[in-house]
């Protein structure tokens, strides 16, 4: 019997892409290497870099209601 095809765990982009002065983007979350890095990751590196784009996401907007300056990067 063969394996079950695996499922690929999705790209975090939204088609937002423009890094911050940070390198992060503004759209996933991820910085650059973790973007350049993504076609060679395998799904659990994949779901790791999901989780750390996820956390910088949360933390900028609540950066933003709390009011601060949010980089969002040349305009």
Do not use: K, Y
Request: charged share 30%.
């Amino acid at each position: 019997m063969s394996d079950p095809p695996r499922v690929s765990v999705p790209s975090p982009c939204r088609d937002l892409c423009q890094l911050d002065q940070s390198g992060i983007c503004i759209g996933c979350g991820r910085s650059i290497d973790e973007i350049t890095e993504w076609t060679r990751a395998d799904n659990e590196r994949r779901l790791q870099i999901r989780a750390a784009a996820r956390a910088r996401l949360e933390q900028a907007l609540e950066a933003a209601q709390r009011g601060e300056l949010v980089d969002r990067g040349p305009r």
